[in-house]
C-alpha cells in the first residue's frame, strides 16, 4: 500500500517536472506566425478606440510623432493639450520596448515560458485600461454608441488628462508587441505600422507568385487584412453599447489567448549531443 502510494507521487512528480521542463523549450516557428498576425487585429481594435477617443494612436506612432510636432505650433487650435497625450503615448511605447526587450532576452526570447508571461503581462495591461473605461473612471474611452444620436455626451472630458493612464498602458505594451514579433524572426510583421509593409507588399517583385510560393508575402497581406479587420470590429463595438470598453476587453481576450497557446505551444526536440 505505501509503495503504491509512493510510485503514485513520483509519477506526478515526474510530470510536473516534466511539464516545467517543456516550457523551458524554445517554441517551433511553425505556425507561430499566426498569434503574431492575431495581434495586428489587436493593434486594429486598441487604435481605433484610442483615435475616437483621444484623437492619438497607441500602436502606430508615426501619427503620435507628427501631433507632437504640431503641438509646437499650437496645432490643432481646439486641442492645445494633444501633443502631450502623443508624448505620453510615445513615450510608453518606448518603455515598453526598453523594458519587454530587456525581459525577453532575460528568460530566452522564444522560450515557452517567456512568451506566455510577455503576452499574458500585454493582455494584462490592456485589462486594466478596460477596467478604467468600464467603471468611468477614464470617462474618455468610457464612450457608447459613438457616432450614433445616443452617443455618450463628451462635452468637457477634453481637458480629462487622466486619459493619458489608459493611453499609456495601451502604449507600452504595444512596445512589448512588436519585440515579441522581431525575436520571433518575423521582421515582415511589424503588427504596430503598415507602412512599411504597404511598400514591401507592392514592391515585392514575386507579389504575383503562387500562394504557396511567397510566405512573406502572404503574412504581409494578412497582416493588413487583420488590422483593417481589427479596426472595423472596434468601430463597430464602439457604436454599441458596450462601448470603446467592450472593444478593449476584446484585445484583452485575444492577447490572454494568445498567452495561453505558447504554453501548449510544440517545443522544439533538443538532441541528444545536446543533453
Excluded at 236 to 242: E, F, K, M, T, Y
Aim: net charge positive; with cysteine.
Amino acid at each position: 500500500m505505501e509503495s503504491d502510494m509512493e510510485n503514485g507521487a513520483d509519477t506526478k512528480s515526474t510530470k510536473s517536472q516534466s511539464w516545467l521542463a517543456r516550457l523551458q523549450q524554445d517554441v517551433t516557428l511553425t505556425h507561430a506566425d499566426i498569434p503574431i498576425l492575431a495581434c495586428c487585429s489587436v493593434s486594429g481594435i486598441c487604435d481605433s478606440v484610442a483615435f475616437s477617443g483621444a484623437n492619438v494612436f497607441v500602436s502606430m506612432q508615426t501619427g503620435n510623432t507628427l501631433f507632437l510636432a504640431l503641438g509646437t505650433a499650437g496645432i490643432p487650435a481646439d486641442e492645445p493639450k494633444l501633443w502631450i497625450k502623443c508624448l505620453a503615448s510615445m513615450a510608453s511605447f518606448w518603455l515598453g520596448c526598453f523594458v519587454f526587450s530587456r525581459i525577453s532576452r532575460l528568460l530566452g526570447p522564444l522560450r515557452k515560458s517567456s512568451l506566455a508571461l510577455l503576452f499574458l503581462m500585454q493582455g494584462s495591461l490592456i485589462c486594466v485600461a478596460a477596467a478604467l473605461a468600464q467603471t468611468n473612471t477614464a470617462p474618455t474611452f468610457g464612450q457608447t454608441f459613438v457616432g450614433t444620436d445616443r452617443a455618450t455626451s463628451i462635452h468637457g472630458l477634453e481637458d480629462d488628462m487622466f486619459v493619458c493612464l489608459p493611453i499609456a498602458l495601451l502604449a507600452f505594451q504595444f512596445g512589448g508587441q512588436i519585440v515579441v514579433s522581431r525575436a520571433l524572426g518575423f521582421n515582415e510583421v511589424p503588427t504596430t505600422v503598415l507602412t512599411s509593409v504597404y511598400c514591401d507588399l507592392f514592391s515585392d517583385p514575386k507579389i504575383l507568385a503562387p500562394l504557396g510560393e511567397n510566405v512573406k508575402r502572404n503574412r504581409r497581406a494578412a497582416a493588413v487584412v487583420l488590422f483593417i479587420c481589427g479596426g472595423i470590429v472596434g468601430g463597430h463595438l464602439q457604436r454599441s453599447a458596450g462601448g470603446m470598453s467592450a472593444a478593449l476587453w476584446l484585445g484583452c481576450g485575444i492577447k490572454l489567448v494568445i498567452g495561453l497557446a505558447w504554453l501548449l505551444w510544440k517545443g522544439k526536440e533538443v538532441s541528444n549531443e545536446k543533453k
